[in-house]
């Protein structure tokens, strides 16, 4: 899983370890020594039908020469600048955070290294998780979920009666539009239930959000979510009709708004494919390694927790 590498990096006896917290990396130098990158190109080539090759260039990165052995890594900690100097390095940075430039390299990554990049997605999938003193759902149910109703006041916005007019055309058509627009933005809203009862012994609910409601969810008071979610677990009906607790605990994800991975999940644009995946996973050289869950496609659908 995710804490291979440091297990792995643990394992290793004769390497001395220095784990820093707080330590913002901006900048990669490394050495240009990448074999059969025509290869890699001509393939970049064929993946973009032929066309141009993408030239995706973050916009903090710049064009330099490259070091003559090993790498090195800048990075910033507390507003001091400081660095390592190593044989290689492996990144295993978010997608979202490289493709936005935030690490720069120098030289400039190969054009099918960030034509890969280009052609691969960050997406964003946010948790709400509540912790109860009691199960009053189905003890049976490990998963459950909810079709958002287009007519829920209390949990949907509200359709105002100025927009659904008096029966005559251009109304019925403001109105359908409305509806559809309601329904983009609000299918994604607490539409899945994790219950975690029967595998971890507590009562434990992760709610899930996606599409424009994750997005949606990461500029809302934390109070505002959680009273509008209790709403929604309230018409969950129960067999033995239990009362409904308040959470004794809260805790909402917003990975859209972290600055250290600006997303969830990676996905295949339209016009990639899953080789792209492949093309992540090579190495630039014999220096700069990539790992994460942007290099193995059978894998992809994995999102941050």
């Given at each position: 899983g995710f804490g291979s590498i440091p297990d792995a990096l643990a394992s290793l006896k004769r390497v001395s370890?220095?784990?820093r917290f707080g330590a913002k990396v901006e900048r990669i130098e490394y050495t240009c020594d990448d074999e059969g990158s025509e290869e890699k190109d001509s393939k970049n080539q064929t993946m973009s039908n032929e066309k141009e090759t993408t030239r995706f260039i973050p916009h903090k990165q710049k064009v330099q020469g490259s070091r003559e052995k090993g790498v090195r890594v800048q990075f910033t900690t507390a507003g001091e600048s400081s660095h390592i100097d190593a044989d290689a390095v492996i990144v295993t940075i978010p997608l979202g955070p490289l493709k936005k430039g935030d690490i720069s390299f120098c030289p400039i990554l190969p054009s099918w290294k960030?034509?890969?990049?280009?052609?691969?997605?960050?997406?964003?999938?946010?948790?709400?998780?509540?912790a109860f003193p009691y199960v009053f759902w189905d003890e049976n149910e490990d998963i459950f979920g909810r079709i958002v109703p287009l007519d829920d006041t209390e949990t949907s916005l509200p359709i105002r009666k100025d927009d659904i007019g008096n029966g005559n055309t251009l109304n019925e058509e403001k109105a359908h539009d409305r509806k559809l627009l309601l329904r983009?933005?609000?299918?994604?809203?607490f539409y899945l239930f994790w219950a975690l009862n029967r595998c971890q012994k507590c009562p434990i609910v992760i709610v899930l959000m996606a599409g424009e409601a994750a997005n949606n969810v990461e500029c809302a008071p934390e109070e505002e979510v959680i009273?509008?979610?209790m709403k929604v677990m309230s018409k969950i009906a129960t067999e033995d009709k239990k009362p409904i607790p308040w959470p004794i605990q809260a805790a909402i994800t917003r990975w859209r708004a972290d600055s250290f991975s600006g997303?969830?999940?990676s996905y295949i644009k339209?016009?990639?494919t899953g080789e792209d995946y492949d093309l992540m996973a090579e190495p630039v050289g014999n220096s700069v390694f990539f790992a994460g869950m942007y290099i193995y496609q059978k894998?992809?659908?994995?999102?941050?927790?």
């Open positions: 370890h220095s784990i960030l034509g890969a990049m280009d052609r691969l997605g960050f997406g964003n999938l946010n948790k709400v998780v509540l983009s933005l609000h299918r994604g809203e009273t509008k979610l997303g969830s999940y339209v016009g990639g894998l992809s659908f994995n999102i941050l927790s």
